[in-house]
């Protein structure tokens, strides 16, 4: 019974991170701003997971797609490659974006798209394409409608006082949106918007982020341990999470993201080779956490913050994030903690090998983040 036990939750955490690659899905993030009766809007998005016609709305991993092989072969190809496919693609586009006033749709024109050279392993490549259009002379207010199956649309407003942020999702459109401002978040519609953002990115989406959780949960079942770790992880990556969303601290993804994947490297093998918590981990776990709190950052810089409502929306992210963490421990402790936690054989035969697995994959993760 055990070593079924142990086959099936080794299995589980290896479909649980993706079968040990990561192709997160970001949001879209359109921003648009008036000007006299030109409206521009920029479109941060995935270009390659439309090119694919990838479900935005039900996947959230490529990895987890029927057309994971014909994405990630746009991802190897360089950035001209794509710009020129999505330009030749540009008009299919247009039919899953619409801007209205009133009731009557207005043109949208494709102007150019921008996108990066080379793709960061693990992390999906976020172009940057650009419309106008004109709008009537008595025009006081727009509204945008997304198309089924693009995902989330985060949608922010620039060039005016107290300026509107919002969501949808696909298949979703806005209400009217003032072209004089005036729609911006309160403080709490702010903090508590962005709480499912930070959750989002642990739950589902956070797989580096759930198994450095998981590293530190697999070390001790013992409650002092834990909180210990919790603590010092939770503290750094406050940190980090606020100056790196503020702009005062900026690293590449390309220097951040190994180093989160050699995190949990780290956890994985002291889980194995220690009897417990070391005087030094938590030290240590704190270190780790101030580059998760970067790469939380990141996050919060493909939704961006409302300029309005900073703060409470920072506040609601790490509230989200928080939140995230603990269902993790939660999770794991009613899976394995309560039912075999006390049992003699646990360290033995679950869990040491959970770490060794965990360890193993963010192995994985180093080398293709460094090298392929």
């Known amino acids: 019974m055990v070593a079924r036990y142990l086959v099936m939750s080794i299995a589980a955490l290896w479909h649980f991170a993706g079968v040990v690659s990561a192709h997160e899905l970001n949001p879209t993030v359109a921003n648009f701003e008036v000007a006299g009766q030109v409206l521009s809007l920029e479109l941060r998005l995935n ?12 996947v959230t991993d490529t990895d987890a797609s029927a057309k994971a092989e014909e994405y990630d072969a746009l991802l190897a190809r360089p950035g001209p490659d794509i710009e020129a496919l999505f330009a030749t693609e540009s ?10 006033v009133g009731g009557a749709q207005i043109p949208l024109q494709f102007l150019s798209i921008e996108t990066p050279s080379e793709s960061v392993p693990g992390v999906g490549r976020q172009s940057i394409a650009s419309f106008i259009a004109e709008l009537p002379s008595r025009a006081d207010s727009v509204s945008f409608a997304w198309g089924d199956g693009m995902g989330p649309l985060v949608i922010r407003q620039f060039g005016v006082d107290d300026p509107f942020t919002g969501f949808i999702s696909g298949g979703d459109s806005t209400g009217p949106i003032s072209l004089i401002g005036g729609m911006g978040m309160t403080p709490m519609e702010g903090f508590v918007s962005y709480i499912p953002v930070g959750f989002d990115h642990i739950l589902p989406k956070g797989l580096d982020h759930i198994l450095f959780v998981l590293g530190l949960f697999f070390l001790s079942l013992r409650w002092g341990s834990l909180l210990w770790q919790v603590t010092a992880f939770t503290a750094a990556h406050t940190v ?67 300029t309005e409502q900073f703060i409470p929306a920072l506040l609601g992210f790490n509230v989200g994030v928080e939140l995230g963490q603990l269902t993790v421990i939660a999770i794991a402790y009613l899976v394995v903690g309560y039912n075999f936690g006390k049992k003699p054989w646990y360290r033995s035969y679950i869990s040491n090998p959970a770490s060794a697995l965990i360890a193993f994959i963010g192995a994985y993760w180093v080398i293709e983040r460094v090298f392929l």
């Not at 270009?47 to 694919?52: D, R, S």
């Open 47 to 58: 270009a390659e997971a439309i090119l694919t016609e990838i479900d935005l709305d039900e």
């Open 91 to 100: 008009d299919a586009f247009l039919n899953d974006i619409s801007l209205f």
């Open 240 to 306: 980090t999470l606020a100056l790196g969303a503020l702009g005062y601290v900026n690293l590449p993804g390309h220097i951040v993201e190994p180093i989160i994947a050699a995190s949990i490297v780290y956890v994985g093998v002291e889980n194995i080779l220690s009897n417990g918590l070391s005087r030094w981990r938590p030290y240590v776990v704190f270190l780790f956490g101030l580059l998760h709190g970067l790469g939380f950052a990141s996050v919060l810089g493909d939704f961006g913050l409302p």
